[in-house]
């Protein structure tokens, strides 16, 4: 393990898709590969995460290995961020878009010889307001996809329940305004009339694999902002024909601004979901941290690298 610790915690929501059944072989495959747990921590309620972490860095565990899906290891970031602690992931959730962006297997035990085994890269970690986020915010048609997808749906189907979770989606979905000002100045303000969809992002993936963009990175220090036209159905077929790559941003109707901070304010307030889980209300500001967090990825990842100090030289 590249990590240098001799004291790690294993921290499962049992309530993500597959973390009630993966927590008793996931904390066998990392004792068998060296992983040296101490304390392990099955969650069955969501809400007290957080905290069990916060117990598990106040206990000196220069590791904590998460299971779960993107909202639980986004609800436990904060309690991470400057500790100098790593954080080892095991994707057990409908997403796992962050496990993508990091390159980190989803079979589990692949993802638990990448905590034996991996490098550990510092990675951003995106802000809105006081909460941090690691993939992306969005509000508009994101929104009504997520409240369309039952818990039941998320674990029966995986990914494809967000296509089957949109139709009805997008049929219920009305055009919204947004406007847009950036408090460093890299951009004018901009007026978005007719909306369908408006996202944030700081990793690359969401939506259980599609691209924010095709230069998107998670140590890039900057957030991709896109806004979707409401439009004709056919218009969004063929901007969706190109999610998976990311090459939607480049569609004339596609609006693509890349930033390090954005305040949204909407003509009527609205709700955003944040790494699949919906936690705030426009208006809202975003920013980035830079090389915030350290995570395990396989030794081959290109997702990201150390570069703290080489940023912090840079600034």
Same mark, same amino acid.
């Given at each position: ?45 969501? /809400?007290? &995460?957080?905290?069990? %972490? $916060?117990? @598990? ?5 220069? +590791?904590?290995?998460?299971? !779960? ?67 992306? /915010?969005? &509000?508009?048609?994101? %929104? $009504?996809? @997520? ?5 039941? +749906?998320?674990?029966?189907? !995986? ?67 896109? /806004? ?88």
């Amino acid at each position: 393990m590249t990590t240098t610790t001799d004291r790690a915690a294993l921290i499962v929501n049992t309530a993500s898709r597959r973390g009630a059944v993966a927590y008793e072989t996931a904390h066998r495959l990392l004792l068998e590969r060296g992983v040296p747990i101490v304390d392990a921590f099955p969650v069955t309620d969501p /809400a007290r &995460l957080r905290e069990t %972490v $916060e117990q @598990a860095v106040a206990n000196d565990h220069g +590791l904590v290995v998460v299971g !779960g899906g993107d909202g639980t290891v986004s609800s436990v970031v904060d309690a991470l961020v400057g500790t100098g602690v790593t954080l080892g992931l095991l994707p057990l959730g409908t997403a796992n878009d962050l496990a993508r962006t990091l390159e980190v297997p989803l079979a589990l035990e692949a993802a638990c010889a990448t905590v034996a085994h991996g490098k550990v890269v510092d990675i951003d970690v995106g802000r809105i307001g006081g909460t941090a986020f690691l993939n992306v /915010a969005s &509000l508009g048609l994101s %929104v $009504e996809v @997520a409240r369309s997808m039952s818990p039941l +749906l998320k674990r029966r189907l !995986g990914p494809l329940a967000y296509p089957l979770a949109a139709v009805p989606a997008y049929r219920r979905h009305r055009a919204f305004t947004a406007e847009l000002t950036f408090p460093a100045g890299d951009h004018e303000p901009v007026r978005l009339p007719n909306l369908l969809q408006l996202a944030v992002g700081n990793g690359r993936f969401y939506g259980g694999g599609n691209a924010v963009s095709v230069e998107a990175g998670i140590d890039d220090h900057s957030l991709d902002v896109y /806004a979707i036209p409401h439009g004709r159905f056919r218009e969004h077929v063929n901007v969706a024909r190109s999610f998976r790559s990311g090459g939607f941003v480049e569609h004339p109707e596609v609006v693509h601004l890349r930033t390090r901070a954005v305040d949204v304010a909407t003509d009527h307030p609205m709700s955003v979901n944040v790494d699949g889980e919906i936690i705030a209300t426009t208006p809202v500001s975003f920013t980035v941290s830079a090389n915030a967090l350290d995570v395990l990825v396989p030794q081959g990842s290109t997702a990201a690298r150390q570069d703290r100090e080489a940023s912090a030289r840079d600034r």
